[in-house]
């Protein structure tokens, strides 16, 4: 399993794009990444999910270098309602088969007025 | 949108009793999960279940855990004899059959606080 490291924290202000980068040096070829997020008290949301190049969602956006070995989640004017824990997870995408994600730390997004 | 939906919100019990789990995955979800999260630490994978059996389960997940889905509807997490590191969020999660599993819907989670 390909190990992630993430900031533990960031701070923004309303209305600022956020990028938070995750790094993945050890990523295989199979290996997918994805992004959840988590209010305090609430379970993770999926957000969004890569395998290279850009992907982008109503609510972010995914930016994936050809080496793979980092992958940057952007959230467009963010509001202070974004303020969350954000999981980067980098794993083998599976259909068909029960599997357990595994979570790190994640990032503290603090957004401020 | 549907959503996965956990019971109770908030459980105390005393050190040693039973408690009981209950998690109401997605209509049309046949892969279900339970987590864990002590308070300020990482969601922790405890255990998959699919077609009736667990699939995987991790080390967290021993002789006093137990999964069951005992009718159409809902899926237990069933703790026997609680203890005090028992205390934390317990998350369901639930996937489509042809969903992508790594993409696992969660619900709001339990709160249990043993005493």
């Known amino acids: 399993l390909a190990k992630t490291t993430q900031p533990i924290s960031m701070d923004s202000y309303e209305g600022q794009e956020v990028n938070i980068t995750c790094s993945h040096n050890?990523?295989?070829?199979?290996?997918?990444i994805t992004w959840y997020q988590q209010f305090p008290s609430q379970g993770p949301r999926f957000i969004i999910q890569?395998?290279?190049t850009k992907v982008t969602n109503e609510v972010a956006s995914l930016f994936i270098p050809a080496d793979r070995k980092s992958s940057t989640l952007s959230l467009p004017r963010v509001s202070l309602s974004d303020t969350a824990v954000y999981y980067c997870l980098v794993g083998e995408r599976s259909s068909g088969s029960a599997r357990q994600l595994t979570f790190g730390s994640g990032t503290q997004l603090t957004v401020l007025p | 949108e549907p959503e996965v939906t956990q019971t109770p919100s908030h459980q105390v019990t005393q050190m040693g009793q039973e408690v009981i789990l209950r998690c109401v995955p997605i209509?049309?979800?046949?892969?279900f999960y339970w987590y864990r999260q002590i308070l300020g630490q990482k969601v922790e994978f405890l255990v998959s279940?699919?077609?009736?059996?667990?699939?995987?389960k991790s080390e967290i997940f021993d002789d006093q855990f137990s999964v069951e889905r005992p009718d159409g509807s809902n899926f237990t997490l069933k703790i026997r004899s609680t203890k005090l590191e028992d205390s934390a969020m317990y998350f369901c999660?639930?996937?489509?059959?042809?969903?992508?599993?790594?993409?696992?819907?969660f619900g709001p989670g339990t709160r249990l606080t043993v005493l």
């Open positions: 999660a639930s996937t489509p059959e042809r969903g992508l599993t790594d993409t696992q819907y």
């Open positions: 209509s049309n979800h046949l892969y």
């Open positions: 890569g395998y290279k």
């Open positions: 050890n990523i295989a070829t199979n290996d997918y």
């Open positions: 279940f699919y077609n009736n059996e667990i699939s995987e």
